[in-house]
């Protein structure tokens, strides 16, 4: 996934640079032509005609961005709804039952489990291995604060050790947490919302060339029309 991400993200630049180039060896060309124009028109079908290739051709540039665009984030919109359904198993499967144990003895013995009990739990009811398959616990039960990365120590400031408690999964790339105090998961998710912004903003980002374009070419006929009606005035 890492190496389609950056093979695409090169392409991407790469067309980007050719766009801007062409774009501007199109400004130059029409801007140096307008100047030439001023002095002889007889040269204006071929300006024409040169003008209107140059407009395919950047037309035709800015579609294959688009469609290319389009299509990268067609797929990370996909991709992002795979992680985001994955992350909401990891968070049901990995951390609401230890959560949901450590409430319930809460409830009970109005106190928190330590980890002693945590442990036994785990291993003669989580890890019951008189029923098959087996589970494997995968989350740590957290009362102290050396039991925090140090990247994540941030997220402890406010929690009091003797009436509060975290419990954290390892997902692969970082920490997930439940927070007691804030009554909060704090797990890295892809929510669907933010998978629908993402693929909006990447619809937008590959239209734009097209957009800009098109809005070029119709300030350049208004104003050509314009001048045609100053002419036609002063005669």
């Not at 919109?77 to 499967?93: A, G, H, R």
């Not at 003797?162 to 009554?183: E, H, M, P, R, V």
């Amino acid at each position: 996934m890492n190496s389609f991400i950056s093979i695409a993200s090169s392409i991407i630049y790469f067309i980007i640079i050719l766009i801007i180039l062409i774009t501007l060896l199109y400004i130059g060309v029409y801007s140096f032509n307008k100047k030439k124009n001023k002095k002889t028109d007889l040269n204006y079908n071929k300006q024409h005609i040169r003008n209107k290739s140059i407009f395919i051709t950047l037309f035709i540039l800015s579609l294959l961005w688009a469609i290319f665009v389009i299509f990268i984030g067609i797929v990370m919109y996909s991709w992002d709804l795979d992680t985001y359904k994955k992350n909401i198993i990891e968070v049901n499967t990995e951390i609401k039952p230890f959560v949901y144990y450590v409430e319930k003895f809460k409830k009970e013995n109005k106190r928190l489990p330590t980890q002693k009990e945590f442990d036994k739990w785990v291993r003669y009811e989580y890890n019951d291995y008189s029923v098959e398959p087996q589970k494997i616990c995968h989350a740590n039960y957290i009362r102290k604060l050396d039991n925090v990365t140090v990247e994540d120590e941030y997220k402890f400031k406010d929690i009091n050790w003797q009436t509060d408690y975290a419990i954290s999964y390892w997902n692969g790339d970082s920490f997930d947490y439940y927070l007691s105090w804030k009554k909060f998961y704090d797990v890295s998710i892809y929510t669907k919302e933010d998978a629908r912004k993402g693929l909006i903003i990447t619809i937008l980002i590959g239209i734009l060339p097209l957009i800009l374009l098109f809005s070029v070419r119709r300030i350049k006929n208004i104003r050509n029309k314009n001048k045609i009606i100053e002419k036609q005035q002063t005669l």
